[in-house]
């Protein structure tokens, strides 16, 4: 085949299209291991053997290889072999896989016709639906969300012709109308922003991060996809919790303005108190798991990675937020407990009033006895 200069061919590469998914509170994944065993392993990450010291996901999730049917996207077919990701923490990833072979220009075709695909947005549902149901017993409070959270990466091996200059530096237009999943040209202005997240460990590797999908370029990037893979369960996690906290605080300020009864029963207030402890302690728990997960100390490139990720999907703003949310569930718990402390003194204060009262009409009635 004859290559004219303005042709760019992939001869290696694939699409990952990812859809999370929040199935419950929590998953004891030693119990799905023993129900699915055939096809499974710990979800490890490869180091790069530059890298100081090694790092792992804590605890480690159960990935599961399923055999499904291929499904056709535009001018690419998926594998029939699905990856699904289940984490500790009650959520569960579905990723497709689309070999990428033939013109570069097809990846932005792709990447518009990827953008909330219906089909796969139902297909990778009816997966999280019937994992459900086998696991169940494994899942706490098992209910799968609304919500999903789709991301895609775009990871390229090879391509060819090979020009002077990096391709990532000197195709920036077409790149970003491929971050974006948009076929009309782009201004100068969102071409810069949609290419501002990028890092390379060497001089033929690159990652260009966006929020809609990533671009990869280079050799053994699994590294690189993983982290982003767990970010994007992150954000989904963390878009659940900001939500979960929102009806917890209307449920706490409910409570907290709800009026008290002329003649309240001692520990009518505990109800109220113990639910929005709970609530709490929920939310606290979610939190810490998440975002204890996935260590990466000791891997700088990685970290800086996941940084920059960070950085893209706003998941310091999410932190942020729901740790405001937490401080003034707290708040509400503490007005609530002392306003209970406050009743019950009242109370017996009330008590010790009627019993001197009572004493002192009784030391006025006249004496009865013979």
Sequence with gaps: MTIDNQTLLINKGTCYAMFAYDIGSAINLEEVDRRITAGTERGKLRHKARAPQYFDYRPAPLRLMQEGGTLTVGSYSSSPTVEVMVYDFGAVTITYRFALDGPFD??????E????????????????????????????RPKIAAEVEDYLIFAIDSW?????????????????????????????QEI??????????????????????????????DDVRSVLEFANVELLEMRMLDEQLDQSL?????????????????????????????LQVDGALLFERVTNTLKLLGDQYLARVYRLVSQRFHLEAWDASILRKLETLESIYGKMSDRAGTRRMELLEWIIIVLITISIAVSFLPFTGH
């Excluded at 097809?106 to 990447?111: C, F, K, P, T």
């Excluded at 060819?160 to 491929?178: F, K």
């Excluded at 991060?209 to 050799?219: C, E, K």
């Excluded at 209307?250 to 709970?278: C, N, V």
């Design 106 to 111: 097809g990846l932005l075709e792709l990447s």
């Design 113 to 140: 016709s990827l953008y909330e695909h219906e089909l796969l947005l139902a297909e990778s549902r009816a997966r999280v639906e019937q994992l459900v149901q086998v696991i169940n017993s494994a899942v706490e």
């Design 160 to 188: 060819a012709p090979a020009s002077g200059s990096p391709l990532w530096a000197s195709r920036e237009a077409e790149l970003a109308r491929i971050l974006r999943g948009e076929h009309a040209p782009l201004s100068d």
């Design 192 to 221: 810069r922003d949609a290419v501002s997240c990028r890092i390379s460990f060497g001089t033929e590797d690159a990652a260009l991060i966006d929020w809609h999908a990533a671009v990869l370029f280079g050799r053994d990037m």
């Design 250 to 278: 209307d449920q706490g300020y409910e409570a907290l303005s709800r009026k008290p009864r002329l003649l309240s029963l001692p520990g009518s207030y505990d109800k109220d108190t113990t639910h929005i402890a709970q």
